[in-house]
Nanobody
């Protein structure tokens, strides 16, 4: 079972930027065969699918709430995925998770992913 570890969370002021990293290990096929999704769970809310990137970074999709501000990327040679976040606002506060699945088709639905990281906290406040 693929294992994922997120890092890079922290406290940032409104308007600031952060880059989250997701380190993958213990996969049965090269990471390039997995889709990588990023999710967020804000306090008291359901987990929200933010974006997904396909094999070799061919395609990415974004939730409307983060479109134009967040950028997903991956470096399969380093077994890493990233979520760069710009123009952060308090509504972006939450625990951010990366997830992976052997699939050629991206999804922003939780049920499409079987492997999850433990999450990293992002707090946006003045």
């Amino acid at each position: 079972q693929i294992q994922l570890v997120e890092s890079g969370g922290g406290v940032v002021q409104p308007g600031g930027s952060l880059t989250l990293a997701c380190a993958a290990s213990n996969f049965t096929l090269p990471l390039e065969y997995y889709i990588i999704g990023w999710f967020r769970q804000a306090p008291g809310k359901e987990r929200e699918g933010l974006t997904c990137i396909t094999q070799r970074g061919w395609t990415s999709r974004y939730a409307d709430s983060v479109k134009g501000r967040f950028t997903v990327s991956r470096d399969d040679a380093k077994n890493m995925a990233y979520l760069h976040m710009d123009d952060l606002n308090p509504e972006d506060t939450g625990v951010y998770y990366c997830a992976a699945e052997l699939s050629p088709v991206c999804s922003q639905k939780q049920e499409a992913f079987n492997a999850w990281g433990q999450g990293t906290q992002v707090s946006v406040s003045a």
